[in-house]
């Protein structure tokens, strides 16, 4: 699975962004696509998460209630829409797939990361 994120970029604190994670290759298998952030100086973490199988989403508390994340249909692209951006969500975005082969709760396949910068 390839996985190309895009959308990334610079804006003020209030603003939005939406961000975009393309699936390519053998997808068949893949059970869920995920966002993931990482801070300068800190560890990745969870942002939001939606399942292949019946759409179902879940997000971490520190963006509930201003990111949504959702899938085009059918197809193989994943969207978060982030709004009310603050300049603690500035961090390099990763969206990741989790497929059959993974372990329970595992995302076994990576993208590179996209960039968003909010400024105060």
């Not at 959308?7 to 869920?32: D, I, K, M």
């Not at 059959?100 to 995302?107: C, D, I, L, T």
Request: aromatic fraction near 12%.
């Amino acid at each position: 699975v390839q996985l190309q994120a895009s959308g990334g970029g610079l804006v003020q604190a209030g603003g939005f962004l939406r961000l975009s994670c393309v699936a390519s290759g053998r997808t068949f298998g893949t059970y869920a696509l995920g966002w993931f952030r990482q801070a300068p100086g800190k560890e990745r973490e969870f942002v939001a998460t939606i399942s292949w199988i019946d759409s179902g989403t879940y997000y971490s508390d520190s963006v509930k209630g201003r990111f949504t994340i959702s899938r085009d249909g059918a197809g193989n692209t994943v969207l978060l829409q982030m709004n009310n951006l603050k300049p603690e969500d500035t961090a390099v975005y990763y969206c990741a797939a989790a497929t059959v082969a993974a372990s329970p709760g595992e995302y076994n396949y990576w993208g590179h990361g996209t960039l968003v910068t909010v400024s105060s």
